[in-house]
């Protein structure tokens, strides 16, 4: 596959923007708003795609496994930020 750069650059422009996503969801889980499992399912599936398209992109790279790494973190720590509840 050519332009393998140009395609992980964009994963990491959408890892981006769902570590966006998953603050606002917990600035609002954080000041004790309500907030839905849609908007979080939501979120989370945004998230979790976006890191399995990312690992199937950086798959042909000779960093696969440090990239498969990353980005299992990547989804560990997004996870983390959507479903945890508000801290006492």
């Given at each position: 596959m050519e332009n393998t750069e140009i395609?992980?650059?964009c994963?990491?422009?959408f890892t981006c923007?769902?570590?966006?996503?998953a603050q606002g969801l917990r600035a609002a889980i954080n000041r004790g708003d309500k907030?839905?499992?849609t908007p979080k399912i939501l979120?989370?599936?945004?998230?979790?795609?976006v890191s399995l398209i990312a690992i199937k992109i950086g798959s042909n790279s000779s960093f696969s496994v440090f990239f498969?790494?990353?980005?299992i973190l990547i989804i560990l720590f997004q996870?983390?930020?959507?479903?945890?509840s508000k801290p006492e």
């Open positions: 395609l992980y650059l994963m990491v422009l923007y769902g570590f966006n996503l907030v839905r499992i979120c989370f599936t945004y998230c979790v795609s498969t790494y990353l980005h996870s983390a930020m959507i479903w945890y």
